[in-house]
């Protein structure tokens, strides 16, 4: 059935969460999903601590994440337009890459659907653990 | 000019391969360079339509019948494409008249006004020029990609904007009478245009291209989105522009960065290049549009680029916001052993007087027994303390009309939140619970603990090792580096299960301070502040079921009374204190080396 971009009128398929004519996104919850199954999930912008890291790999991997505050790894970042961004934390100890690809403090990313974002190394980011994927939800989805 | 074949009233009937079609002209209609056209009505189908009337061909050319035939083809090709049918406004049907004239009765498109209009008014804002490039781009790939034609008479009257409410607009395109088919080889009826939307290829009449429609984009791209608006000052020179020296834009407002609006200007220019192939595709200059704001773009706010995100409230100065409130702690400072941050969130709605009264009897003992431990049960004191009073209400009861924020002004001594800094006196403590008034609520109401509670935890952290921020942050930041942090929340009443506080929506100054949009947030989010915040929060509540589904979340203590009316006075007991101290105290005296860390 689809539905009806409210900025443009476009009808959008179903499953689709923004108007390819448009570009307008349906407001949603970002879902990140850990290698072992675990989901954290948001309507608003958040940082991604070490707790958040300890509720998606419970057992070893959120050691990997900095204890102390302000050492977070990213945060992820819902602007205006119901976008979701990934920005990295240049004041951690550890980097974060985002599909592989190191990313830089000063930018943000939009995150899309089944995006990986993974814990990285400072001094080798190939060495990449803790990996998250991306997905979204409709806000009002149960 | 009145047009004797197509005039108001005129009813135009017959039969079209034994199909019966039966119109009404609404207006004399306007004689175009190949049609006459204008409203009418499908007396049979009782729908009004848009009429066109084809004088040329003429149905003695010899290229009539191949002509029908191309026409028919295009509608079928839009017919077929889901995304086309959407963007341009459709065939109805098509016919040959009882002396083989060739009629279209196209979609009727209501309320519509054309680009044109909209441009010499300047009644558009520039989200919704933005929003017009973006589909237009998106409109023209489809034409380009799926429908495989060129337009050849793309101007601005050939856009319609339908209103849709709320300041939004459809689009549909028009005017297909002569576009051209990519595969079709020879086009014999030659080509259309307007003078000044003229490809410099079109103008010297070689066969417009997909690139040729793109240069009549980036025309009316430039009247859409730049300060120089049509780049040749057509309506001077209309056919003598001069296609070489189109200016660079500069756009009327911004996509949301520099870097995008530089790209944009760049491709903008590019569509005006006097080599087609030198120009972007349809679907290159969509994407640009498309991702406008970026995939990636700057860190925002641009100022703050060597930090991270600064957390709080937006009322701090600008220049000391940045360096005095933020959530950056430096590695390795020493925890300070026993100092906890303590808030009062206390629902200050009309009920609550005799709890408001409970707690200012009893905030001395419980400030003592604080600082003074208990060495029997190994409880350290807690030596360093900070606390101050927050009073919270209906966020939307309070912020649904201006008479509504008027009277809790009058008679609740501020908004839906009352804050106050933290402070180490305990007689300023009273004094904030003293200015507490107690306003609003009624018969089983549920206010805005969640958003209250939220905003408390997102008040903004100091830098690691500082003690107090002074005035620049409005004393509510929250100490960091082993300081516990306490919210302990009294209420009498339920809760609205999604956050609903917007900045943007508070009648209040004090509302305002946060700069945060926690619409639709609820419980998760809650968790997710909590823990990553490492906050410890105590809610002294009545036994309803509202309370089942927050005290799952961790960190989270849940203290309830079965007694309606005194039970939130009586929890204030010495007993209940004590039990909130002692279990204040253990997560104060918890050393924050609980974990570890593995090097990657």
Redesign the interface.
Known sequence: MGWHCPKCNFMVEDGAFQCMACGYHQETRLILTSGVGNKWRTLISAEITRRTYKRLYPDTEHQYIPRNEGEHPFSVIKDAENNWFLQANGKSPVAVTLNGNLCDPAREYLLNNDDSISIASRSDSSRQVAPLTVSFILKDAV | MKNTLFSKGEIIEGEDLGVPYKFQVLKDGIQGSCSVYGPGMDLIQNKRVFLKYYFDPRPKAPWFSAFVEYQKKIQNRIEQS?NAK??IAGIHRYFQDHRRHFWQAIEYVENSRDLKTYLKSDDISWDQRM?FA??FM??MKILHQELRLVHCDLKPENLLL?P?G?D????KLIDFDRPILLDEEEIPWGYNGTPGYKSPEHKIHMRPTEKSDVFTCGLILYELLAKEGHPFNYAAVSDDYNENIAPTPHLLGTFGNEDSDRLIEETLHRMLEPNPDDRPTADEVYQV???A????????PKAA?????VTQPAHSAPAASASVV????P?NVQALKGAADIVFLLDSTGSMTPCITALKQHIHSFIEALIRGDESRNISPVEDWRARVVGYRDFEECNKSEKNAKLYRKFGGGGWLISNPFTRDENELHSQLDKLKSFGGGKAPQESLLDALMLVLKSG?LP?GQQDAGEADGGRAWR??GVGRIVIVFTDAGYHPTMSYCAEKTLFEEGALYP???R???L??LQ??I??G?FKVYVFAPNISDYDELSDLSNVLIMQSDDEDEGLVKMMSDSQIERLIDDIVKGVSRS?SD??????
């Open positions: 889901t959407q963007l929003t973006k589909v998106f409109a339908v849709q709320n939004n607009y459809s689009i549009f498309f991702r704001g970026g995939s990636i773009r700057p860190k925002t680029q060597d930090h991270t995100r933020t959530n950056q702690s590695v952290f690691a960091t580096n945060l949009d926690l639709g947030a609820g998760d989010e997710h502040a823990e990553s490492f924050s974990f570890r860390e593995i090097p990657i």
